[in-house]
C-alpha cells in the first residue's frame, strides 16, 4: 500500500469514526444511534486494517475481521434486539439534547486535540496525527454515557466509549499483541450481554429503564 492511500483511507476512516459519534451525540432516536454503531464499527475494522497494512503488521488483519464482526455486527444486533425486547426501538431518549450536545461535541473535540499534542512528537506519522480522533471519541463516549437515560442509550455510549481506546492505541503505537485485544474484545462482549440481560430483566419487573422513572419509582 502506497504511502498517499494509507494516509488518505486513515483520514477517511478516522472521521467517519468522529462524524457518527457526534451524530449519535446529536440523535434522540435510540435506534438510530444503534444503527451508527454499524458504521462506526466498520470504519475501526478499516483503520486497524488500513494500519495492519501499511506497517506490515499481519496479525492486525485477523483483529480487523474480529473487530468487525463483532462491533459491527453482533453488538449493535444485540442493542437492537435490546431496544425491541424493552420497547424503546421507537422511542426517543429524553436525555438527549441536540443543540447543547453539538456544542459539548465542539468543545470535547478540542480538548481532545489540545491534550493529545504530547502524543502526537514533533514528527508524527499519519497515524498519530489521527490520535485526537480515537481521545475525542473516548470522551464523547463519556458524555452519552452520562447524560442518557434510557440503558440502551447508555450502552451506546459505553460501546462508542471502547471504540475510541481501541482506536487511540492503534494511531499510538499500531495495537497491542493479538491475544490481549482480542481477550478485551470479549471483555467487553461479556459485559454488553450481562448488561442487555440486566435490562430486560429491569423492564420486566419495573416497566422501563428511563433514569427519572427508575427514580420516582425508588421514591
Known amino acids: 500500500m ?9 483520514a477517511l476512516t478516522t472521521g467517519l469514526l468522529l462524524l457518527t459519534a457526534v451524530q449519535q ?3 434522540r432516536s435510540v435506534l438510530g444511534s444503534v444503527a451508527l454503531l454499524v458504521v462506526q464499527g466498520a470504519a475501526l475494522a478499516g483503520l486497524v486494517a488500513t494500519i ?5 503488521e499481519w496479525e492486525a488483519l485477523a483483529m480487523a475481521v474480529v473487530i468487525l464482526a463483532l462491533k459491527a455486527g453482533f ?6 434486539r435490546t431496544a425491541t425486547l424493552t420497547r424503546v426501538h421507537d422511542g426517543l431518549d429524553p436525555g438527549a ?26 514528527n508524527p506519522t499519519d497515524a498519530a496525527r489521527a490520535v485526537p480522533v480515537g481521545i475525542a471519541l473516548v470522551l464523547l463516549g ?5 447524560t442518557r437515560h434510557i440503558a440502551v442509550s447508555q ?9 475510541g481506546i481501541a482506536a487511540t492505541g492503534f494511531l499510538v503505537s499500531g495495537g497491542l499483541p493479538l491475544t490481549t485485544e482480542i481477550g478485551v474484545l470479549f471483555d467487553v462482549l461479556l459485559v454488553v450481554l450481562i448488561l442487555r440481560v440486566l435490562t430486560v430483566r429491569m423492564v420486566r419487573l ?3 429503564t428511563s433514569l427519572p422513572e427508575l427514580r420516582e419509582l425508588r421514591d
Open 206 to 208: 419495573t416497566g422501563g
Open 25 to 27: 451525540l446529536w440523535l
Open 97 to 122: 439534547r441536540p443543540a447543547s450536545g453539538l456544542l459539548l461535541a465542539v468543545l470535547l473535540t478540542t480538548v481532545a486535540y489540545v491534550v493529545s499534542q504530547p502524543l502526537i512528537g514533533p
Open 2 to 10: 502506497s504511502h498517499d492511500l494509507a494516509a488518505q483511507l486513515i
Open 52 to 56: 495492519a497494512v501499511a506497517e506490515q
Open 75 to 80: 453488538l449493535p444486533w444485540a442493542l437492537a
Open 142 to 146: 463519556f458524555l452519552i454515557l452520562l
Open 155 to 163: 450502552l451506546v455510549g459505553f460501546l462508542v466509549l471502547d471504540n
